[in-house]
């Protein structure tokens, strides 16, 4: 159980300061205010700690229906269950082409969809629920539940909570809906339908088999917990937790509220009520959060040809760093729109690669660790342009990682000067290469480093500091 600590001279007198961090219990710190005890527990035994994973929009419109953003591929369209499942691969296939994509990149989870409202409502296995007019004949979520838990990887189900387009295109997806799918009639008989799809899944894969749930729209939990009670519950943009009852576990944010300084850091977008559809989305806390961002586009929107992630192949690095960085307990889950056989679009393997190349190295700094707001070590806007950002892990009271995503130029680009309070620094080392690395304490914390070719092959420069 970790906590921010330092004992600091200041005019011949020690002064303890204690910054709380991650805790695995209310008690432990401010960091868990307000939290019931059995939520913390649940959210803190893999979903915190795992801090990165993958979002999986796969189903009826895989890889999109259109070409909403400018420089995007369309991709396939499919209007019958069987049209799809005849172009699509075997569910084994599926399956080790995600979790695959997944355990290289140096996730520890993956969101899949169960059905979505965008997608006809189909039901990527074969329900016994009859409501759902659209399902598959294979048993595409079993697979990838399978092979995911076989490689270490947890597995969240994305579901939508309302009943939206379950009639368009001149047909129905859900029977036993009519009228308005927002009505009080219509989300409760949806509601009433997922409880059945729930039930129906935990008799197919078992009561603990599925690690979380996420739930795009407003509606209640209680379908989930009357058959995964353990499961994590993760809600799309449900940012005051009791937006619906029983509340979510973690809230997860979509969308940002305005520009992002620098542009990959997305925390910095999120400081205002976000106005879309007539509600005020509030910012997000400091806590139980989880963003996702979409690399480029969902499945509905195409596949990326020309926007920052194609342009720049270390922006979902940064990006990741950053959301990990400025908050405490955020995660990060990187939505992309894979193809149909489940590898990413060509577009997006550079993006891939160097995710991938960059945890291969740099996982210490990101699994396990908490953000630095509030920490001793700061990060933020630095000397001569640079930037960073601070993970603590977890059980390692003296050590902090600086993650710096934009060097220092011109007259300072040989060294860094951080702001920090009053800690004694003990060592430095190059997270990357393990070598110790210079530095000085005349005033603020200043490491001496000329070298700063990682953020320009990896998205980002590491140092682990260790203070005393």
């Known amino acids: 159980m970790s906590r921010y600590s330092m004992i600091a001279a200041a005019g011949g007198a020690m002064a303890a300061l204690f910054l709380a961090s991650c805790q ?15 939520v913390v527990n649940r959210v803190d035994e893999w979903y915190l700690p795992a801090r990165f994973g993958m979002f999986y929009h796969w189903g009826m419109f895989t890889g999109g229906d259109g070409a909403s953003f400018t420089g995007s591929k369309k991709p396939p369209r499919f209007r019958t269950v069987e049209a799809f499942e005849k172009a699509a691969p075997p569910p084994e296939v599926l399956a080790k082409n995600l979790v695959g994509l997944t355990k290289r990149v140096g996730a520890k989870y993956l969101i899949l969809t169960i059905e979505h409202s965008c997608g006809q409502h189909m039901v990527i296995f074969p329900t016994k629920v009859p409501e759902f007019l659209y399902k598959t004949k294979r048993d595409y979520f079993g697979a990838v539940l399978r092979e995911a838990h076989a490689n270490g990887i947890k597995v969240v189900g994305y579901f939508s909570a309302r009943p939206h387009h379950y009639k368009s295109f001149g047909k129905i997806y859900i029977a036993g809906i009519e009228g308005d799918p927002n009505s009080k009639e219509s989300v409760a008989k949806f509601s009433e339908i997922l409880t059945r799809l729930f039930a129906d899944m935990r008799e197919r894969y078992g009561k603990d088999s599925i690690d979380g749930f996420w739930m795009d729209g407003f509606s209640s939990w209680e379908p989930v917990i009357k058959s995964f009670p353990n499961a994590v519950r993760i809600g799309n943009n449900h940012l005051t937790f009791q937006s619906m009852p029983p509340p ?68 979902a690095v940064k990006e990741m760093v950053c959301s990990l960085g400025v908050r405490r307990k955020w995660n990060f889950a990187l939505g992309i729109g894979p193809t149909l056989d489940g590898t990413p679009p060509k577009s ?26 509030g920490a001793p070590i700061q990060g933020g806007w630095l000397n001569s342009g640079a930037y960073g950002v601070v993970t603590v892990p977890r059980g390692e009271e003296n050590t902090y990682y600086l993650i710096v995503t934009e060097p220092p130029t011109k007259y300072t680009k040989n060294y860094l000067r951080v702001q920090h309070d009053w800690v004694k620094v003990k060592s430095i080392t190059d997270l990357r290469t393990g070598k110790p690395v210079g530095f000085d304490m005349k005033g603020s914390l200043n490491i001496h480093n000329g070298d700063w070719s990682d953020i320009k092959n990896y998205g980002a420069k590491i140092f682990k500091i260790v203070i005393e």
């Open 24 to 38: 695995s219990a209310p008690s432990a710190g401010n960091a868990s205010w307000g939290r019931p005890e059995s």
């Open 248 to 315: 979510s576990d973690i809230c997860a944010k979509e969308f940002t509220s305005g520009p992002c300084d620098p542009a990959y850091c997305r925390p910095s977008g999120m400081v205002k009520p976000l106005l879309r559809w007539g509600d005020d989305h509030l910012a997000p806390r400091k806590d139980y959060m989880e963003d996702i961002p979409h690399c480029g586009g969902w499945w509905y929107h195409g596949h990326p040809i020309d926007n920052q992630y194609t342009k720049d192949k270390t922006f």
């Open 348 to 373: 997006l393997e550079p993006v891939m690669d160097t995710l991938a190349a960059f945890m291969k190295w740099a996982a210490p700094a990101i699994h396990g660790t908490i953000g630095g707001e």
